[in-house]
């Protein structure tokens, strides 16, 4: 499974970019799929997930104001980013998950750069 993120870039405070990813397999194939992100000098940590047929959880730092969501037509996920503050500032990476064959595999998308300027 390939993951290609894009939609990173210079924004400023309170702005509202969208963030893509593109799934090379199929939405059936996948068990959960969703954003993370890693700030400088931080560890990466988890923003937005979507486990296909149950629910979706977020970051309580970006509850409200960030959504996931996935386009079936063009196999797409995507992160609404709404009123982005500078502290949002990090790689944003897209992840996936899959159980095939009595095994769990985890896919990770090169990073998209989201710097928010105040």
């Known amino acids: 499974v390939q993951l290609q993120a894009s939609g990173g870039g210079l924004v400023q405070a309170g702005g509202s970019p969208r963030l893509s990813c593109v799934v090379s397999?199929?939405?059936?194939?996948?068990?959960?799929m969703g954003w993370y992100r890693q700030a400088p000098g931080n560890e990466r940590e988890l923003v937005a997930r979507?486990?296909?047929?149950?629910?979706?959880n977020y970051a309580d730092s970006v509850k409200g104001r960030l959504t996931i969501s996935r386009d079936n037509a063009k196999n797409t996920v995507n992160l609404q980013m709404n009123s982005l503050k500078p502290e949002d500032t990090a790689v944003y990476y897209c992840?996936?998950?899959?159980?095939?064959?009595?095994?769990?595999?985890?896919?990770w998308g090169k990073g998209t750069l989201v710097t928010v300027s105040s």
């Open positions: 992840n996936a998950d899959q159980y095939y064959d009595g095994h769990y595999f985890n896919y």
């Open positions: 979507m486990t296909l047929g149950a629910g979706t």
């Open positions: 397999a199929s939405f059936h194939s996948l068990n959960a």
